[in-house]
């Protein structure tokens, strides 16, 4: 078989279900594109989700977690509220959105590898610029400390991330 050139347009045929062309000529609509180029760019942000995410193991955890958030929290809800049109409004009560986090840690606790939990130990150099003297004992405990908080530091990092880009 002939090599590709990566550049190169296919045409490719595929079947699917009505009510999944019918939902995709919909967002099409939407979004004011072709058919195919909704198709297209479905099939491209799926490859992106799962190359930022870390792959397929990763896309299913998150998935499962949400999915369990989903439904503990809107279950939550309503034991909450006594309302059933509490469909992604569970996220505002305080009750269901604990019970949903909560639900969340089960699902990691889950998958949790086996075996103990131990924080590497630091690597790094410490140094002084000019004339600035360090204290080598805090700067390892500092370190130790940043390690044994790395989730919470990255997750917060993030989040300002995203809030600085949502203004």
Do not use: C
């Amino acid at each position: 078989m002939a090599r590709r050139k990566p550049t190169a347009m296919i045409q490719l045929k595929v079947r699917m279900r009505e009510t999944l062309r019918a939902r995709l000529a919909g967002a099409a609509d939407k979004r004011e594109h072709s058919l195919n180029a909704e198709a297209v760019e479905r099939l491209q942000q799926s490859f992106n989700i799962e190359d930022r995410l870390g792959g397929v193991g990763m896309v299913e955890l998150i998935e499962t977690i949400a999915h369990v958030m989903k439904l503990t929290g809107e279950q939550a809800g309503f034991f909450a509220t006594g309302k059933l049109a509490n469909h992604g409004k569970w996220t505002t009560l305080p009750y269901a959105f604990d019970q949903a986090m909560r639900a969340a840690v089960a699902v990691m606790e889950h998958y949790r590898p086996p075996g103990d939990v131990v924080a590497p130990q630091p690597r790094v150099v410490v140094m002084g610029v000019g004339n600035t003297k360090v204290d080598r004992e805090e700067s390892v405990r500092r370190t130790h400390e940043a390690l044994d908080n790395l989730g919470k530091l990255m997750a917060l990092s993030e989040i300002r991330k995203k809030e600085q880009d949502d203004e």
